[in-house]
């Protein structure tokens, strides 16, 4: 088990264009997680999915975002006509049941730097 | 309503002597609450865990923490500050009520360890 891998780890792209992140949970965790985070600050919950279903979606995932796990098993994240705003880490996590609780596991994150 | 707060944005401390990271939540559920760490350039990593079982709960590296139902609080502690301890530390909350599933981050304490 290697953990919870993103790709790519770095994205710069021009205001307007759309970018997808990918996001490689544990193997066999069931819910996966998205966040955005920003300098100086703690991580923002943008949505989650238990196996292909996502149930959960925070006021801050505009329409301009969408995110998507087909098969229940790897997730991407798309941001479509980027604006210098969403610059940020976008971070995914994985988890399963574990003694009572979903405790999750991060990736290494992807960076995104809109110019 | 849910939140999280982390009363010190920056704590220093001399290697050797304790550590004292404070968060307080609030939460209409029972959450389950964590901490995590995330030293520059990598992911964040789980130091520990409560999940309503035993109040006092031990971690990675030394740390611990204890749930105070009655104050709200969920401080971390280390006896012995290590130079390898420094780094940005979060608490975490999460829970499922009415309003869905929610994990939220507080802003984040940074901890300087001093020679």
């Known amino acids: 088990d290697t953990g919870v891998s993103q790709n790519p780890r770095h994205k710069i792209t021009k205001r307007g264009q759309n970018v997808t992140f990918r996001c490689d949970p544990i193997s066999e965790h069931n819910r996966l997680y998205w966040y955005r985070q920003t300098l100086g600050q703690g991580p923002e919950f943008l949505t989650y999915f238990q196996n292909e279903a996502q149930l959960e979606k925070s006021r801050l995932l505009s329409d301009r975002f969408s995110a998507e796990r087909p098969k229940g098993s790897f997730s991407t994240l798309e941001i479509q006509r980027t604006e210098q705003g969403d610059s940020a880490m976008y971070l995914c996590?994985?988890?399963?049941?574990?003694?009572?609780?979903?405790?999750?596991?991060f990736g290494p994150g992807t960076r995104l730097t809109v110019t | 309503a849910q939140s999280v707060t982390q009363l010190d944005s920056h704590v220093s401390v001399s290697e050797g002597t304790p550590v004292l990271l404070r968060c307080n939540y609030s939460?209409?559920?029972?959450?389950?609450l964590f901490w995590y760490v995330q030293h520059p350039n990598k992911g964040l990593q789980l130091l520990l865990k409560?999940?309503?079982?035993?109040?006092l709960v031990k971690g990675i590296n030394g740390f611990e923490a204890e749930f105070k139902k009655s104050e709200t609080s969920f401080h971390l502690t280390k006896p012995s500050a290590h130079m390898s301890d420094a780094a940005e530390y979060f608490c975490v909350v999460s829970e499922r009520g009415t309003g869905g599933f929610k994990t939220i981050f507080g802003a984040g304490t940074r901890l300087f360890v001093k020679a």
């Open positions: 939460s209409s559920y029972s959450p389950s």
């Open positions: 996590a994985s988890s399963t049941r574990q003694q009572g609780s979903y405790e999750q596991y």
């Open positions: 409560y999940t309503s079982a035993a109040t």
